[in-house]
């Protein structure tokens, strides 16, 4: 079984200033990892994905994001934020089974900035 | 290419009744994933369809089914809704083979009353 732990429910943050969101995960398999965005009244963006190789991810909009194996983590990080990045952040975690595999997520980080 | 759509984007039901959502996958996906998202909380995997049949099926109740069609797109329907059956619905579709991204659409948002 693969569960997410999203440590922070919301996390407010001013305009240009650095960001980091944290993510936990738990699996007994090697795992695929990704953010998601969600913005009011929408449905999920993909930010980033972390399926093999670099442990460094470069996703849309300015994020990052390190898978480390070690800690089991795999926080999202943006070097200045800006107003319209306000939103619903989602991990979640999946592992390949030789066919489309479904995805668990955390519970979300709501990322708010203000001026 | 016109993505994920669902449809309908917004529905009233009231207890007991019989909902069905509509979902047509990103142009070249052969594989639909449903999710719950409950307010405040993130997705909870419903089911997941490929070539017409139910591939894999999260921890939801039978009054929670589904149905794939020839060209890929899907159907979720929830018999005797209960007040917690209140939630986001977001269909997801990808195309099976090597792990591929799963693509959602805007969702629709079912209130039960």
């Known amino acids: 079984a693969q569960s997410v732990t999203q440590l922070d429910s919301q996390v407010p943050v001013f305009e240009e200033a650095p960001v980091e969101l944290r993510c936990n995960y738990s699996s007994s398999v090697s795992v695929y990892l990704f953010w998601y965005v969600q913005y009011p009244n929408q449905g999920l963006q993909l930010l980033l994905k972390y399926l093999s190789g670099s442990t460094l991810v470069k996703g849309i909009n300015g994020f990052e994001a390190e898978f480390n194996k070690s800690q089991t983590s795999f926080h999202l990080r943006k070097p200045s934020v800006h107003i319209s990045d306000t939103a619903e952040y989602f991990c979640?975690?999946?592992?390949?089974?030789?066919?489309?595999?479904?995805?668990?997520f955390g519970t979300g980080t709501r990322l708010q900035v203000t001026l | 290419d016109a993505g994920v759509t669902q449809s309908p984007t917004h529905l009233i039901k009231t207890r007991g009744q019989q909902v069905t959502l509509r979902c047509s996958p990103k142009s070249g996906h052969d594989t639909v994933s449903w999710y719950q998202q409950a307010l405040g909380q993130g997705p909870q995997f419903i089911f997941q369809?490929?070539?017409?049949?139910?591939?894999q099926r999260g921890n939801f109740p039978d009054r929670f089914s589904g149905h794939q069609f020839p060209n890929y797109s899907s159907e979720l329907n929830v018999n005797a809704l209960l007040l917690g059956d209140s939630a986001l619905y977001l269909c997801?579709?990808?195309?099976?083979?090597?792990?591929?991204?799963?693509?959602f659409g805007p969702g629709t948002r079912l209130t039960v009353l």
């Open positions: 369809y490929y070539e017409e049949e139910e591939r």
């Open positions: 979640a975690v999946s592992h390949f089974t030789g066919t489309a595999s479904k995805l668990t």
């Open positions: 997801a579709s990808t195309w099976t083979g090597t792990y591929n991204e799963q693509f």
